[in-house]
C-alpha cells in the first residue's frame, strides 16, 4: 500500500467511510460505540478536506444526525445540537486543525524511544502504551519534552507533544514530532496531527516539523468525562 493509500484506509477504519461524496456524509460506524485508543468512547468524529467531509456517529443515530443535517445544513448549525442527540449532552463540540504528512522535516532527532510502563517515564505519558518518545537533560535526566501516539488504527496514529516549560523554545517539540513522525511512516501508518485553532504555538510546531495546512478540519464530541475521584 502507498503512503498515500494508508491515509484513506485509516479514514475509512475510523469514521467507517472515506472519500466523502459530498459536502458532509453522515456516517453510521459502529466503532463509535467502542472503546478508542485511550479505552473511553469517542461517539461522534469527522473529518473535513477541502473536498468534503465525513462525521462518524453510532449507527442507531445516523438517521436522525442525517436528518438534522439536511434540515439546517453546516456544522456551526449541526454542532451545538449533536451532543443531546446521539445521548451526551455532557459533552461539548469540538473543531480542531487536522494536520498529516508524508515527508517529515530533517531535523535533529534529541528523544530516546521507551517503554511507556517504564517507571522514569513521565505520567502523562503512560497512557499512550506502548513505545514513547522522551527527550531529557543530558547532564540532569529531567524530562524536557516528550511524544505520544495515539494507535487509532493500523494505518493512522496520531502524534501528542508536551514541553516541559523551562525547555520551550529550543526547539524540541518541532524536532521530537518529527522524529516519531519518521517512526510512525517506516511502520507502515500515516502520521497525523490535531490543534486547537487558536493554539499558534502548537500550530508552529506542526508546521516546522513538516505538517502542512492542507485545509482540513477534524470536528466532534469532547473527550469522555474522567470518573470521580475515590
Avoid: C
Avoid at 511524544?147 to 493500523?154: E, L, Q, R, S, T
Wanted: hydrophobic residues 40%; glycine residues 12%; proline residues 12%.
Amino acid at each position: 500500500m502507498t503512503p498515500g493509500g494508508r491515509l484513506a484506509e485509516h479514514l475509512t477504519r475510523w469514521l467507517g467511510a472515506w472519500p466523502p461524496a459530498s459536502e458532509l456524509d453522515v456516517v453510521g460506524e459502529p466503532a463509535r460505540t467502542r472503546p478508542g485508543w485511550d479505552g473511553r468512547l469517542h461517539p461522534v468524529m469527522g473529518i473535513a478536506s477541502p473536498e468534503g467531509g465525513v462525521l462518524s456517529v453510532p449507527p442507531e443515530h445516523a438517521g436522525p444526525v442525517a436528518r438534522l443535517h439536511a434540515e439546517e445544513p453546516g456544522l456551526a448549525a449541526l454542532g451545538p445540537r449533536v451532543p443531546a442527540l446521539v445521548g451526551h449532552p455532557e459533552r461539548e463540540w469540538f473543531t480542531a486543525v487536522y494536520r498529516w504528512t508524508l515527508s517529515p522535516a530533517s531535523l535533529p532527532q534529541p528523544g530516546e524511544w521507551t517503554a511507556a510502563e517504564h517507571p522514569d517515564t513521565p505520567a502523562w505519558l503512560r497512557p499512550f502504551g506502548g513505545d514513547v518518545l522522551v527527550a531529557r537533560d543530558p547532564e540532569t535526566g529531567a524530562h524536557l519534552a516528550g511524544v505520544g501516539i495515539k494507535k487509532h488504527d493500523a494505518y493512522g496514529h496520531e502524534l501528542a507533544v508536551v514541553t516541559a516549560p523551562e525547555a520551550r523554545g529550543r526547539g524540541l517539540a518541532r524536532a521530537l514530532v518529527a522524529q516519531a513522525a519518521r517512526r510512525v511512516l517506516d511502520e507502515g501508518a500515516v502520521p497525523t496531527y490535531m490543534h486547537d485553532p487558536g493554539n499558534l504555538a502548537s500550530a508552529a510546531v506542526a508546521a516546522a516539523a513538516g505538517f502542512p495546512v492542507r485545509g482540513w478540519t477534524a470536528f466532534g464530541l469532547t473527550e469522555e468525562p474522567a470518573p470521580p475521584a475515590t
